[in-house]
């Protein structure tokens, strides 16, 4: 299966929250957008923390 | 770019410049690196501070307040007010600031002392060695650098991410991230001199949506929901948008802010070899207000004033850095963290009618003092079961 987070850079207002709730240490806010640099394992805890709904787990077989 | 310092510090924030205009104060050679390509900008704060704590740090300068506050509502769900006030409680309230001007003037104040300022530079990673931090890796306008130094301190806010490569634990876990967002808003009706902070899990599940004025017409209209409650549909922004129909329905908005405000525990330990953590970035934020400001002031300046000792002593091992932690630990911040985070604990657990009943028991009391631990101690005396499901909190409230 392959993992894949979808960071809606329109939705994102690049605040870095979902940077401090990741267990991975994936995301990275570099100056004014979001970036997915690490592994993500897909816990989805980013997405549930964004205060705008910027970030989507995909699921694909 | 000079590639050596006594202390570099990560983060241009509150935090950050106290750090640095006390270590240049100090003497010693000083490195401030901000990521971003300005510093105050983007905001992502609800700008509130309390008088007596921000004259602590600096002079109050109308260039950088927005707002002089002389009371406060509390709103329950069911519409009940608590109101404190200047003229009742006796003693100065707050500002709302402008944190764009306000980060400036800190940071200038950090290098008329004689800091090094860079901007668009972040630290991707520490430069280690033996298990110490020696300073750090970094991207300056996207070229790669190296900044060595005795101490590092870490100042880079919500994220954290310094500490976190350095070792420490900074995860702030999901149910303790209050997952924000706020609209500028003018041409609404609003008291100029009062903040409103409404409660409820229809309005604000798990934290509050709160109105500072920012002048006549104009405030910092926000929410903070945890975590925990925040899903597709019922986001920080969805709140916001619902409350923001209802009450202003003309309002404009000119400026959407959103953030991450960690209410867990400060960390573990805010020192390592080489490396201290202040500000946000050490969790040293009010757990039931969410303010940060101060505690964030207190810390940077605190953490320079102990490095600058270690490094004329020519030790900055995590022992001799020590004394950092143990002292803001052991401080009225310290001591007001860890009772406000039981009394948040236990807020968070209160379903509607629990708040209403509570805001009824103390609506009608002249407070004779500002602040939290009043509030808490009067919600004690007229509900005197509280005090059981508090136990906790027994011994902190005497």
Same mark, same amino acid.
């Given at each position: 299966?392959?993992?894949?987070?979808?960071?809606?850079?329109?939705?994102?207002? !690049?605040?870095?929250?979902?940077?401090?709730?990741?267990?991975?240490?994936?995301?990275?806010?570099?100056?004014? !957008?979001?970036?997915?640099?690490?592994?993500?394992?897909?816990?989805?805890?980013?997405?549930?923390?964004?205060?705008?709904?910027?970030?989507?787990?995909?699921?694909?077989? | 770019?000079?590639?050596?310092?006594?202390?570099?510090?990560?983060?241009?924030?509150?935090?950050?410049?106290?750090?640095?205009?006390?270590?240049?104060?100090?003497?010693?050679?000083?490195?401030?690196?901000?990521?971003?390509?300005?510093?105050?900008?983007?905001?992502?704060?609800?700008?509130?501070?309390?008088?007596?704590?921000?004259?602590?740090?600096? =002079?109050?300068?109308?260039?950088? *307040?927005?707002?002089? *506050?002389?009371?406060?509502?509390?709103?329950?769900?069911?519409?009940?007010?608590?109101?404190?006030?200047?003229? /009742?409680?006796?003693?100065?309230?707050?500002?709302?600031?402008?944190? &764009?001007?306000? $980060?400036?003037?800190?940071?200038?104040?950090?290098?008329?002392?004689?800091?090094?300022?860079?901007?668009?530079?972040?630290?991707?990673?520490?430069?280690?060695?033996?298990?110490?931090?020696?300073?750090?890796?970094?991207?300056?306008?996207?070229?790669?650098?190296?900044?060595?130094?005795?101490?590092?301190?870490?100042?880079?806010?919500?994220?954290?991410?310094?500490?976190?490569?350095?070792?420490?634990?900074?995860?702030?876990?999901?149910?303790?991230?209050?997952?924000?967002?706020?609209?500028?808003?003018?041409?609404?009706?609003?008291?100029?001199?009062?903040? $409103?902070?409404?409660?409820?899990?229809?309005?604000?599940?798990?934290?509050?949506?709160?109105?500072?004025?920012?002048?006549?017409?104009?405030?910092?209209?926000?929410?903070?929901?945890?975590?925990?409650?925040? /899903?597709?549909?019922? =986001?920080?922004?969805?709140?916001?948008?619902?409350?923001?129909?209802?009450?202003?329905?003309?309002?404009?908005?000119?400026?959407?802010?959103?953030?991450?405000?960690?209410?867990?525990?400060?960390?573990?330990?805010?020192?390592?070899?080489?490396?201290?953590?202040?500000?946000?970035?050490?969790?040293?934020?009010?757990?039931?207000?969410?303010?940060?400001?101060?505690?964030?002031?207190?810390?940077? /300046?605190?953490?320079?004033?102990?490095?600058?000792?270690?490094?004329?002593?020519?030790?900055?091992?995590?022992?001799?850095?020590?004394?950092?932690?143990?002292?803001? /630990?052991?401080?009225?911040?310290?001591?007001?963290?860890?009772?406000?985070?039981?009394?948040?604990?236990?807020?968070?657990?209160?379903? $509607?009618?629990?708040?209403?009943?509570?805001?009824?028991?103390?609506?009608?009391?002249?407070?004779?003092?500002?602040?939290?631990?009043?509030?808490?101690?009067?919600?004690?005396?007229?509900?005197? &079961?509280?005090?059981?499901?508090?136990?906790?909190?027994?011994?902190?409230?005497?």
């Amino acid at each position: 299966m392959c993992t894949m987070l979808r960071i809606n850079r329109d939705k994102c207002g !690049y605040c870095g929250t979902c940077v401090a709730v990741c267990p991975e240490d994936a995301l990275e806010l570099i100056d004014a !957008y979001l970036s997915l640099e690490g592994e993500c394992i897909a816990c989805g805890i980013c997405a549930r923390a964004c205060p705008l709904g910027a970030l989507e787990v995909d699921h694909e077989e | 770019m000079k590639s050596n310092y006594d202390i570099l510090i990560i983060g241009g924030g509150p935090a950050g410049a106290l750090a640095a205009k006390t270590a240049a104060e100090a003497g010693n050679s000083v490195c401030l690196i901000e990521k971003r390509s300005a510093i105050g900008t983007p905001v992502r704060c609800a700008e509130g501070i309390g008088k007596e704590l921000l004259k602590e740090y600096v =002079r109050p300068d109308p260039r950088w *307040i927005s707002a002089d *506050i002389e009371s406060a509502r509390i709103i329950a769900p069911n519409g009940t007010a608590i109101c404190l006030d200047q003229a /009742r409680a006796g003693n100065e309230v707050g500002y709302v600031l402008d944190r &764009k001007v306000f $980060d400036r003037e800190l940071v200038w104040q950090a290098a008329e002392a004689g800091a090094d300022v860079i901007v668009k530079t972040r630290a991707t990673e520490p430069i280690m060695e033996n298990g110490a931090v020696r300073g750090a890796k970094v991207l300056s306008v996207g070229t790669p650098a190296e900044i060595r130094s005795e101490v590092v301190i870490a100042a880079d806010g919500t994220e954290a991410q310094f500490a976190r490569r350095a070792g420490l634990n900074t995860v702030v876990p999901l149910r303790e991230m209050m997952s924000c967002a706020q609209y500028v808003m003018t041409d609404i009706d609003i008291e100029p001199g009062c903040t $409103d902070f409404y409660l409820g899990n229809e309005v604000a599940p798990e934290g509050y949506l709160w109105i500072f004025p920012k002048g006549d017409r104009t405030a910092n209209v926000g929410i903070g929901i945890t975590g925990k409650m925040s /899903r597709d549909g019922a =986001r920080a922004k969805d709140y916001l948008d619902r409350f923001v129909a209802k009450n202003f329905p003309d309002g404009k908005t000119i400026e959407m802010i959103v953030g991450g405000v960690p209410v867990c525990r400060p960390l573990a330990c805010t020192v390592a070899d080489g490396l201290m953590v202040a500000g946000d970035a050490a969790r040293v934020v009010d757990p039931i207000t969410g303010g940060g400001i101060g505690n964030a002031m207190y810390t940077g /300046r605190l953490a320079a004033q102990v490095a600058s000792r270690c490094i004329e002593a020519g030790n900055c091992s995590k022992e001799a850095l020590m004394p950092y932690d143990l002292e803001w /630990r052991a401080s009225k911040m310290g001591a007001g963290i860890e009772r406000n985070y039981k009394v948040k604990e236990y807020f968070v657990t209160l379903d $509607d009618a629990k708040l209403n009943t509570l805001a009824e028991s103390i609506a009608s009391i002249s407070f004779s003092e500002f602040s939290v631990l009043a509030l808490i101690k009067e919600l004690i005396k007229r509900n005197p &079961k509280m005090l059981l499901e508090l136990k906790a909190l027994k011994d902190t409230l005497s």
